[in-house]
T-cell receptor
């Protein structure tokens, strides 16, 4: 039973390029969450998605960042025109349903390095 | 005031001792509480969840919640060197999104 899968595990981009991070939730999970962990910082919520819907994007920067979770395929976090400050670990988590008592299971993360 | 506060540590304990990790939260509307363990360079791994006041035990781990004091703790009995990691406290107050503390680093010496 595969857990949450993320790819790529490591991504290097030059300033101004685009970064696309993919997340496949656990089997049977339809809720996906993206978190960012900056060096020496805690995990920060970015966006919460259900299939074809953005439920909460209050943690997402207003510019350059977008996320989707299509009917078919993985969830994608897209960062346009990356800057050095975007260098971080990006974690995806999934849960079978929404709700305050749902456990979120984390993927291995994508480490983004912007040169 | 930070939403979820933890002492950054490191908390050093000898092997076999009890490690006590503490967390306070600011929003009285917080409903669910979680402890995750994160090894360096790895992703968070759920240790315990707790939703109501009191204690919850699972093996060597005990989570304690006091909503009146807005305080949640994690006790690790018979600490092992393999328990050395950063422990993240997280709360849910709305929707399902987790708000994390910065974590407490635990070092268990053989």
């Amino acid at each position: 039973n595969a857990g949450v899968m993320q790819n790529p595990r490591h991504l290097v981009r030059r300033r101004g390029q685009e970064a696309r991070l993919r997340c496949s939730p656990m089997k049977g999970h339809s809720h996906v969450y993206w978190y960012r962990q900056l060096p020496e910082e805690g995990l920060k919520f970015m966006v919460y998605l259900q299939k074809e819907n953005i439920i909460d994007e209050s943690g997402m920067p207003k510019e350059r960042f977008s996320a989707e979770f299509p009917k078919e395929g993985p969830s994608i976090l897209r960062i346009q025109q990356v800057v050095r400050g975007d260098s971080a670990a990006y974690f995806c988590a999934s849960s079978p349903a929404g709700g305050v008592q749902e456990t979120q299971y984390f993927g291995p993360g994508t480490r983004l390095l912007v040169l | 005031q930070k939403e979820v506060e933890q002492n950054s540590g490191p908390l050093s304990v000898p092997e076999g001792a009890i490690a006590s990790l503490n967390c306070t939260y600011s929003d009285r509307g917080s409903q669910s509480f979680f402890w995750y363990r994160q090894y360096s360079g790895k992703s968070p791994e759920l240790i315990m969840s707790i939703y109501s006041n009191g204690d919850k035990e699972d093996g060597r781990f005990t989570a304690q919640l006091n909503k009146a004091s807005q305080y949640v703790s994690l006790l690790i009995r018979d600490s092992q060197p393999s328990d050395s990691a950063t422990y993240l406290c997280a709360v849910i107050k709305g929707y399902s999104t987790l708000t994390f503390g910065k974590g407490t680093m635990l070092l268990v010496s053989p």
